[in-house]
């Protein structure tokens, strides 16, 4: 019964040992702050540098444009569920998030053929126009309508038809016909969506045109 006393001082002296042997292990001994801790809570993964994110420009493009040139981004409708998205030098003019978009052409929110005709009759020398379908490009447009956007330089204009996905970015007064237009037509066989061709996503630098003084 005498020795319970000294054995308890001996216990509670070897615990306090252990105690700070198993600290001075974690801490990683004297001045060298929490090391062996953090790499305990630290997963291999974490301590993997990430690889820096791809720079993005005016609209998303993945380069810079040259000087004199516009930036631009033209993404047509997916089927009637998505709405088109026209960009020019990091502005986004029409989207499903301004709710400025609608079925048919997408051009300053003009669908309707007599109004088209009056949008696009007008245009000054050196006019950019920015075309985005949506659903259906062709019902509302008539023929002076397809000969317009031929003479602002568009291939496919006199083609589209009924559900076809087309964007297309031509200019008052241009001498050729523009580089920068893609169509799909509407067809079963190859569609991605029941009834409509796969959305469209078009961009480029677009020169700047001078205008006389």
């Not at 820096?52 to 444009?65: E, F, I, W």
């Not at 079925?103 to 950019?128: C, M, Q, S, W, Y």
Request: glycine share 8%.
């Amino acid at each position: 019964m005498r020795l319970a006393g000294p054995l308890r001082i001996v216990a509670l002296v070897v615990s306090v040992g252990l105690t700070w042997i198993v600290v001075s292990i974690l801490l990683g001994g004297p001045g060298s702050g929490f090391p062996r801790i953090q790499q305990l809570f630290t997963s291999p993964e974490s301590s993997v540098t990430a690889a820096p994110r791809a720079r993005k420009y005016k609209c998303g493009l993945p380069q810079p444009c040259p000087e004199e040139h516009l930036a631009f981004r033209v993404v047509s409708g997916a089927a009637n569920v998505i709405g088109p998205k026209i960009c020019l030098e990091d502005k986004m003019l029409m989207s499903s998030v301004k709710d400025n978009v609608g079925r048919g052409l997408n051009i300053a929110l003009v669908n309707d053929v007599n109004d088209l005709l009056k949008f696009i009759r007008p245009l000054h020398e050196g006019t950019l126009v920015f075309v985005a379908s949506y659903d259906d490009p062709a019902t509302k447009m008539n023929e002076e309508t397809r000969k317009l956007f031929s003479e602002l330089g568009s291939r496919n204009a006199k083609e589209l038809a009924f559900r076809d996905s087309w964007v297309f970015v031509g200019a008052k007064g241009v001498q050729n016909k523009s580089p920068f237009e893609q169509h799909v037509k509407n067809s079963k066989h190859t569609n991605k969506y029941e009834g409509w061709p796969e959305a469209l996503e078009m961009e480029g630098c677009i020169p700047r045109r001078s205008t006389a003084s």
